[in-house]
């Protein structure tokens, strides 16, 4: 770790961080002073962060990291913390374990001095503390990532204020929906009956309507097995498939909260896949149970595919070796055979007409929700230029792909995705071509889960309802949708103004 120490103290952040100090590794102090001054007329896009960002290291300091429950029980949260530590022994900086619910309230906190020093989280968590400013803007362009990220990664953290665009929190990995399924439950002759197109992947992973036809051989056969699973009242997943169709959550790209879109465009063609993909599954998809459960039933076989994001890969992974142990393999063997049958993929494309049961349809991708997760500093931490620094630390290509490798996650840097390689390139490509939409950042996102979330458990259960089923048509789901973007509306613009 003493090489990586070298090459992070003088890369342009700690040469601006250290020039206080007299520290600059580059040994050419004129330089780090116009580092310094730079960081002052970068960051935030003209924003002076100077009176955050002193140019100097507090020394002899614990600062306390939230990170999401994964990444610590993974062990990636450890080596972090490790490798941090080492770095910085010099200066007396430690990293600790907040040792906080990782969904913790920092408004609440904060104030009182119970809150991190860096938090780790979605980012619509986090830029939901930007309202009542309780994190800090980061001079972004001064961190050893800020080239190497997507600019539509940084979109979802910038906000601006009196003119003036600020930054929030650095972009760390990308969430959205991929396909997990278990290649030793595909037909022996999948390739001969599976492939219409010779390309050597499963038509059924590649387009709904064929997931669609291949989950209901499953079902028919009568074992208790199901094709594709997913909890359908889940909003982050299952408005994917509204958007696909022309919805949006808010107008003007996710900034507008007086413009709901749940029910613009053809979207209620979206909810109507939902309802089909519903009639082969049980009432598990009404609520949470596939969410729970789909670790261990994809691992027993019970279900051939799910759709949830890339960081639980190894979870996944785990489940699935213990089944492969217990029938007998050794430890080595049943992890290379889990590796082997667990495949995780892009999600599959759409009917433009919406109806699974068409053939040979005109296709169209998924545009699925997704998230930035990333890092933000609190306005409360008492070491700001130490928690900027464990920021840059965590962000550095070398511990984004160790978090790859721990967890499977979707680097948010290019050159880490590229070098991650099959999904992180996916993915990242996904966000730049427009096929992820990012959750909004604005606090009004709060209020969308719930009425959505009723919707589609409603459309769910419509699967299992007899003579009294509610959304006998397209009509009809659109009236349920338009409904949800008044429910929305009203809790933003009313219940939370009283």
């Given amino acids: 770790m003493k090489r990586f120490l070298c090459t992070l103290l003088t890369g342009t952040l700690c040469a601006a961080l250290l020039s206080g100090c007299g520290k600059s590794e580059s040994g050419d102090p004129d330089n780090a002073q116009s580092v310094q001054q730079g960081q002052t007329a970068q960051a935030g896009q003209g924003a002076d962060l100077s009176g955050i960002y002193n140019g100097t290291l507090e020394q002899n300091v614990t600062i306390r990291v939230l990170e999401n429950d994964t990444a610590i029980a993974e062990g990636y949260f450890e080596e972090l913390i490790n490798a941090f530590n080492e770095a910085y022994a010099e200066y007396g900086i430690v990293a600790v374990d907040a040792n906080m619910d990782q969904y913790c309230n920092l408004a609440d906190d904060g104030p009182y001095g119970y809150g991190p020093d860096v938090l780790y989280q979605a980012n619509d968590v986090l830029m939901k503390y930007v309202e009542g400013k309780h994190i800090y803007p980061i001079p972004a362009q001064n961190l050893g990532c800020y080239d190497q990220v997507s600019q539509a990664a940084w979109n979802a953290y910038e906000t601006e204020i ?12 990308v969430q959205s929906s991929m396909l997990y ?26 387009n709904w309507n064929d997931m669609y036809r291949y989950s209901k051989e499953i079902v028919e056969r009568g074992e208790g097995k199901f094709g594709y699973m997913r909890s359908l009242y889940d909003v982050y997943f299952s408005s994917g498939f509204l958007f696909s169709y022309g919805a949006y959550v808010f107008g003007n790209n996710n900034t507008n909260a007086d413009d709901i879109g749940f029910s613009k465009g053809n979207a209620e063609i979206g909810a109507n896949v939902l309802l089909q993909q519903a009639s082969l599954m049980n009432e598990d998809c009404i609520d949470d149970s596939v969410t729970v459960n789909a670790y261990s039933k994809l691992a027993d076989g019970t279900y051939f595919a799910t759709m949830t994001t890339p960081d639980v890969y190894a979870l996944f992974l785990k489940e699935l070796a213990l089944v492969y142990e217990s029938e007998g393999l050794s430890k080595e063997d049943a992890a290379a055979k889990a590796a082997e049958n667990l495949v995780i993929a892009d999600v599959p494309k759409l009917p433009a007409s919406g109806d699974l049961t068409e053939e040979n349809p005109e296709s169209i991708p998924l545009k699925a929700m997704g998230g930035i997760n990333g890092y933000a500093i609190s306005a409360y931490t008492k070491s700001p230029n130490a928690c900027l620094a464990f920021v840059d630390f965590a962000t550095s290509y070398e511990m984004t792909m160790k978090r790859h490798a721990y967890l499977g996650i ?15 390139e996916i993915i990242y490509k996904n966000l ?3 096929n992820i939409v990012v959750m909004p950042s604005i606090r009004a996102v709060e209020q969308m889960w719930t009425p959505a979330q009723t919707f589609f ?42």
């Fill in 162 to 173: 009196g003119g003036v665009e600020y930054t929030m929190g650095v972009p760390v990995n």
């Fill in 181 to 206: 399924y278990r290649k030793d439950m595909l037909p022996q002759d999948w390739e001969a009956t599976w492939d219409k197109n010779g390309n050597k992947i499963p038509d059924m992973v590649e």
């Fill in 410 to 424: 979707v680097p948010a840097r290019e050159d880490a995705a590229q070098a991650a390689g099959g999904i992180s």
């Fill in 432 to 434: 730049d071509d427009g």
């Fill in 457 to 498: 458990q409603d459309l769910a259960k419509d699967a299992f309802r007899t003579s009294d089923k509610k959304y006998t048509s397209l009509e009809l789901i659109k009236e349920g949708l338009k409904a949800v973007d008044q429910q929305i509306y009203d809790a933003i613009h009313t219940l939370a103004a009283k």
